[in-house]
């Protein structure tokens, strides 16, 4: 006798996830939390070094907010894993080791004073954003689907952040820095 497989009921498209796959779920969401946890803490440290860069008056003072604001978002992510009921931890995140590397380069590669030094560390800026962005997307997402509310509300004021962020640098490009680095 054979048996046929009947699909599943109309609108039911998820499988149940295992305990096992939970487990497996919820591991990789604290790993990926440690990871930007330890990146932000670099970022606080990163944005300062570009502040003093910057030659752009508005472009040091964003960088000097974002600082302030990263280090809120260190003080957030504290608050997701204490929703977990762990302590916060932190991993090396090669991926911001390595942007914070490049804006390192590009500041020692530019000429100090100079509005074309601006528009390298708004673009390495940027990349963090994004990277950002991305991350806490997925963080967001993954804390949704494992129904950690409270975790999912902080990490998407976090992405709001970024976001915004994201939209003041490229005002400022598209404002001042990147036609005056023109005409440099």
């Not at 804006?103 to 560390?121: F, H, K, N, Y």
Request: with cysteine; charged share 30%; hydrophobic share 35%.
């Amino acid at each position: 006798m054979t048996q046929t497989k009947t699909a599943p009921a109309k609108g039911t498209t998820r499988k149940k996830r295992t305990t096992q796959e939970e487990g497996a779920l919820m591991e990789l969401f604290v790993n990926s939390l440690k990871d930007i946890n330890w990146a932000e803490k670099q970022l606080v440290k990163a944005l300062k070094k570009m502040a003093k860069a910057a030659t752009s008056e508005e472009l040091g003072k964003a960088f000097e907010d974002h600082m302030t604001q990263t280090e809120g978002h260190v003080e957030r992510l504290a608050q997701v894993f204490e929703h977990l009921g762990k302590r916060p931890a932190s991993k090396k995140c090669e991926a911001m080791e390595g942007l914070i590397k490049e804006a390192e380069e590009l500041i020692e590669e530019t000429e100090e004073g100079s509005e074309v030094r601006d528009v390298a560390l708004i673009a390495a800026a940027q990349k963090v954003e994004h990277y950002e962005m991305a991350t806490y997307g997925t963080l967001r997402t993954l804390s949704a689907t494992l129904g950690l509310k409270g975790a999912e509300k902080l990490l998407q004021q976090t992405l709001d952040e970024e976001k915004q962020t994201d939209q003041l640098l490229t005002q400022i490009a598209e404002g001042s820095v990147n036609e005056a680095a023109a005409s440099e």
